[in-house]
T-cell receptor
Framework: NAGVTQTPKFQVLKTGQSMTLQCAQDMNHNSMYWYRQDPGMGLRLIYYSASEGTTDKGEVPNGYNVSRLNKREFSLRLESAAPSQTSVYFC?????????????FGQGTRLTVV | GNSVTQMEGPVTLSEEAFLTINCTYT??????LFWYVQYPGEGLQLLLK?????DKGSNKGFEATYRKETTSFHLEKGSVQVSDSAVYFC???????????FGRGTSLIVHP
């Protein structure tokens, strides 16, 4: 039972480069989320997808785009990376979007922008 | 709007000490409350949850009781182990909202 799988686990980018973070879940969950985690800031929501075919901005969406490719996959794209986007990124999913049930998290992607 | 406030860390304890990590919240309606744990280098995983007032969530020796009158969900453990060293997040999910609310996390360090 894989749960939520993120790739890559580590990435170093140069300023201005682009990349896509991949996330897939095998639990048939409806809702998926992208967070970033920075020291002293806790978790901040970047984008979420309440259900297949929908996406919405979270707390810190600037500089990011997302695609809900199908029910399983939710990708996060950085079009032109900046040092301020150095962070640990987590994908999460939940069965129901109202968070009355638990969320499952991936292992994280540690991104450094130089 | 919804918010979650956790005590700031790090919390440093000796093995077998009693642990309390405070969590208070503000929310409309009747939220579900969660504690998540993040071990070094890993993602978050659910530790315990409570979905209505006076419910007690428990797992791995940890407990937390949903107190509506004090809007609190404090995490407790009677005897911590070195392996409990991690970051603990309090969170709430409000019915009808797709955006959960997390506290900033409390780092726990347990020394032998």
């Amino acid at each position: 039972n894989a749960g939520v799988t993120q790739t890559p686990k580590f990435q170093v980018l140069k300023t201005g480069q682009s990349m896509t973070l991949q996330c897939a879940q095998d639990m048939n969950h409806n809702s998926m989320y992208w967070y970033r985690q920075d020291p002293g800031m806790g978790l901040r929501l970047i984008y979420y997808s309440a259900s297949e075919g929908t996406t919405d901005k979270g707390e810190v969406p600037n500089g990011y785009n997302v695609s809900r490719l199908n029910k399983r996959e939710f990708s996060l794209r950085l079009e032109s990376a900046a040092p301020s986007q150095t962070s640990v990124y987590f994908c999460a999913s939940s069965k129901t979007g109202d968070w009355s049930t638990e969320a499952f998290f991936g292992q994280g992607t540690r991104l450094t922008v130089v | 709007g919804n918010s979650v406030t956790q005590m700031e860390g790090p919390v440093t304890l000796s093995e077998e000490a009693f642990l309390t990590i405070n969590c208070t919240y503000t929310a409309t309606g009747y939220p579900s409350l969660f504690w998540y744990v993040q071990y070094p280098g890993e993602g978050l995983q659910l530790l315990l949850k409570a979905t209505k007032a006076d419910d007690k969530g428990s797992n791995k020796g940890f407990e937390a009781t949903y107190r509506k009158e004090t809007t609190s969900f404090h995490l407790e453990k009677g005897s911590v182990q070195v392996s409990d060293s991690a970051v603990y997040f309090c969170a709430l999910g409000s019915g009808g909202s797709y955006i959960p609310t997390f506290g900033r996390g409390t780092s726990l360090i347990v020394h032998p």
